[in-house]
């Protein structure tokens, strides 16, 4: 993603991110940890990290994921406040 925050640290292709987040995935499968994949719209990613005052990085992707697991995007609900 190249308006991302941490650009240089991600993969540089879908090919060796899907490999990377798949080994994760049965890495931590194996250990026990309940994964829940979440659908994420990259527009509506980068305009929430901006509406809550995050950069687009790991963190604000993990907090968007988080945000979408429990308000599905369909619920058509405002953006929360910005975190104090």
């Known amino acids: ?6 650009a240089s640290e991600l993969e540089l292709t879908y ?3 899907r490999r990377f987040a798949e080994a ?6 194996k250990q026990g940890v309940p994964i829940v994949k979440v659908p994420v719209d990259v527009a509506d990613m980068a305009r929430w990290c901006h ?3 995050r950069p ?3 963190e604000g992707r993990r907090l968007y994921a988080a945000f979408r697991l ?3 995007k369909d619920a058509n609900l405002p953006f929360s406040r910005r975190p104090s």
């Not at 993603?1 to 941490?6: G, I, L, N, Q, R």
Request: glycine share 8%.
């Open 24 to 29: 994760k995935y049965d890495e931590l499968i």
């Open 56 to 58: 687009v990085n790991g």
């Open 51 to 53: 509406e809550m005052g």
């Open 15 to 17: 090919s060796h991110w």
């Open 70 to 72: 429990v308000t599905p």
């Open 1 to 6: 993603m190249k308006f991302s925050a941490d």
